[in-house]
């Protein structure tokens, strides 16, 4: 099974809602990844997680607020974000070294902010 | 700062073609590269991951090969079939410095196979 499951599949939120994308995987993977991508651009990374701790932060502005609360699930908090916000936000999991090993996406969440 | 450039942009070819991807990359203090598809708005699909220390992996119609000194990569796909068509990316792994594990994306080529 190398399977990364994202929910939802769609989110339509206001500016001044709180939502949360959802992350699961279950091969026993221990580095998580948030992307963001844009229209007919490539994915750029947003935060990973290594042993349920942040490691890398893109400089991704505090409106997201990443959450990993156990080695399977990576949570992702929004919250007064803008219209230019708007993207497909994918996770990807890898299992044990971040550096050396394939890194299995999940189908993505497409965001719009209205 | 390392950059990956994918030559085409886009490629249309007829059914059956043999055909090369190209990938390269400024920066050759990488761990891996990794060659992705995506299908219009959904994820990515791992395809093959080179190691640096390797010169080629090979999985079914799909054979990629890398020349880090040079930073390079090619994917080549065999008798191209209609379901071949999809966004495909290339990407690396950075070794050491700040950028550690991070994975940077090239811009893509788009493939259509036609009929």
């Known amino acids: 099974d190398t399977e990364v499951t994202q929910t939802p599949k769609h989110l339509v939120m206001g500016m001044t809602n709180k939502k949360s994308l959802k992350c699961e995987q279950h091969m026993g993977h221990r580095a998580m990844y948030w992307y963001k991508q844009k229209a007919k651009k490539p994915p750029e990374l947003m935060f990973v997680y290594s042993y349920e701790k942040l490691s890398i932060n893109e400089s991704v502005p505090s409106r997201f607020s990443p959450e990993c609360p156990n080695s399977s699930l990576l949570n992702l908090h929004l919250h007064a974000l803008q219209p230019e916000d708007s993207a497909l936000y994918l996770c990807a999991s890898s299992q044990g070294s971040i550096a050396k090993n394939i890194q299995y996406f999940g189908a993505g969440t497409r965001l719009s902010v209205l | ?115």
């Open chain 2, 1 to 115: 700062k390392q950059e990956v450039t994918q030559i085409p942009a886009a490629l249309s070819v007829p059914e059956g073609e043999n055909l090369v991807l190209n990938c390269s990359f400024t920066d050759s203090a990488i761990y891996n590269l990794q060659w992705f598809r995506q299908d219009p708005g959904k994820g990515l699909t791992s395809l093959l991951l080179i190691q640096s220390s390797q010169r080629e992996q090979t999985s079914g119609r799909l054979n990629a090969s890398l020349d880090k000194s040079s930073g390079r990569s090619t994917l080549y796909i065999a008798a191209s079939q209609p379901g071949d068509s999809a966004t495909y990316l290339c990407a690396v792994r950075q070794a050491g410095g700040t950028s550690y594990g991070k994975l940077t994306f090239g811009q893509g080529t788009i493939l259509t196979v036609h009929p």
